[in-house]
């Protein structure tokens, strides 16, 4: 098991797709590091057809007939990208990272924030907030 890594002042400044994001790293005296976040725990549909397959397991359930296509897993992918962009771009979050780079050089960590579309403003997980959502299925590996 890799050791666990906490980072209180990050922000989301980009999104690459509906599971993975860039964030701004605060480490203090005005010294900042930027890194490709994969979020931990769930697997949203791809964007890009080099990567989709049809993905049935992605379907929303808000979405009527058995399109199992690669264009409707794209449209789903692209769907859970805009909420990301809309719900948590610019967010502050806090990261909880215990696994090294994966093959694309992306950080598995818990992400957790205060997005406005909670009304208590408690910190809440992306990965849930995704589920709930039907953007997102559970993955097998998760922190």
């Not at 990272?97 to 997005?115: F, L, Q, S």
């Amino acid at each position: 098991m890799s050791k666990v890594f906490e980072f209180e002042y990050c922000t989301v400044v980009g999104v690459t797709d509906g599971d993975t994001i860039l964030v701004k790293i605060d480490r203090g005296f005005n010294d900042f590091s930027h890194k490709t976040v994969r979020v931990s725990g769930i697997d949203t549909p791809e964007i890009s057809k080099r990567h989709a397959t049809g993905g049935l397991k992605y379907k929303r359930q808000k979405i009527k007939g058995p399109d199992n296509s690669i264009e409707a897993e794209i449209e789903h992918g692209l769907e859970a990208k805009s909420y990301l962009v809309r719900t948590w771009l610019g967010l502050g979050v806090k990261l909880t990272t215990m696994k090294p780079k994966d093959p694309r050089g992306r950080y598995h960590a818990k992400v957790e924030g205060n997005p406005a579309t909670d009304p208590k403003r408690t910190m809440i997980d992306l990965a849930k907030d995704l589920k709930q959502h039907g953007f997102a299925k559970r993955e097998d590996y998760a922190l």
